[in-house]
């Protein structure tokens, strides 16, 4: 739907009145055929003369230093307001798919992040509720973990180096038909036909880390030589108790933090029943590297 080519609106994925009593069809007609419509009118319009007027949204939004001051809003609110609602129509569907499924990784990364999936829900509401005026709250991943944000206006998370999984619109074209003034109402409804399989789809295909060269690099673990991605659990556990024994001493005074690092490896291995640190998620790999100095803070891979 967001291919190379002048922007159109996209076709619903489901009939207009697919998603009542939640959101009605006139609703949907309104939000989906006037304002998307006009977002796609201005973004061609915006991009015009620019030299990518052909150009994946996605690029546009990650490149928005690059283009002219006196083009940057309106390329930013109407190629945003392009992107993030044709994300919020595939994100719905009728009856929902009420949650992820609950031994998947989309799940697994919830729990992490939020607990559970009820307070991954409410997270989400009260983002969607602290959004002062017109904007979005984004279920996104950057990378390591999945967390909430919100954004402003037609701003997108693509813009902050984030990869959006889930928003909900929280302007009040979105609701004020169905809900009048009742942003809260609204957010309920709005839960109850989220179609997680595809906020699920979205999350494998995130970008990730590039971890081969951390897996590769050596380690001394439990006074052993070995590759990082090779190092088992109790190898983690065991290498930390041994360096917690060495810290406060004089020059080791900062083992301590060392120890803690692995300690957490270990703590992630088992939650995830990766038998080697190469089973982990690669975020999780590149986040464990650096705490442990295997690839120090803003140096690049070599």
């Known amino acids: 739907m967001m291919c190379a080519m ?8 489901y009939p207009y009145e697919a998603l009542e009593p939640h959101i009605s069809a006139d609703t949907m007609r309104f939000h989906h055929d006037k304002h998307h419509q006009a977002y796609v009118d201005k973004a061609n319009a915006a991009l015009d003369g620019t030299g990518l007027e052909d150009a994946d949204p996605r690029d546009v939004l990650s490149r928005l230093t690059e283009y002219p001051p006196d083009k940057r809003d309106a390329v930013t609110n109407n190629v945003g307001g392009h992107y993030n609602h044709t994300l919020f129509w595939e994100s719905m569907t009728p009856g929902g798919a009420t949650q992820p499924a609950r031994d998947g990784k989309l799940a697994g990364a919830i729990r992490e992040t939020f607990g559970s999936f009820a307070g991954c829900k409410e997270t989400i509401k009260e983002a969607a509720l602290s959004q002062f005026g017109s904007g979005w709250a984004w279920l996104v991943s ?5 967390l909430i944000v919100t954004t402003s206006n037609q701003d997108c998370p693509i813009s902050d180096d984030l990869e959006p999984l889930l928003g909900i619109d ?5 609701y004020y038909l169905d809900y009048e003034h009742r942003r809260p109402d609204y957010i309920d409804a709005w839960l109850k036909v989220v179609n997680w399989d595809v906020v699920e789809q ?7 880390p590039e971890v081969a060269d951390i ?6 673990v439990c006074s052993v030589e070995r590759r990082f991605g090779e190092v088992t659990m109790d190898e983690a ?3 930390s108790t041994e360096l917690k024994a060495l810290a406060g001493w004089g020059p080791m005074a900062k083992v301590g933090a060392i120890a803690r690092g692995w300690s957490d ?17 690669p975020g999780i790999v590149e986040k464990a590297a650096i705490e442990l100095w295997i690839v120090p803070p803003n140096r690049s891979m070599v």
């Open 265 to 281: 490896l270990a703590v992630n291995m088992q939650k995830r029943k990766a038998a080697t640190v190469a089973d982990l998620d």
């Open 170 to 174: 929280v302007w009040e074209h979105a």
């Open 142 to 146: 950057d990378g390591y973990r999945v």
């Open 202 to 208: 979205r999350y494998a295909a995130a970008p990730v």
């Open 6 to 13: 002048a922007y159109t609106v996209p076709e619903l994925p």
């Open 237 to 239: 556990r065991q290498h």
């Open 215 to 220: 897996l590769q690099r050596l380690v001394t």
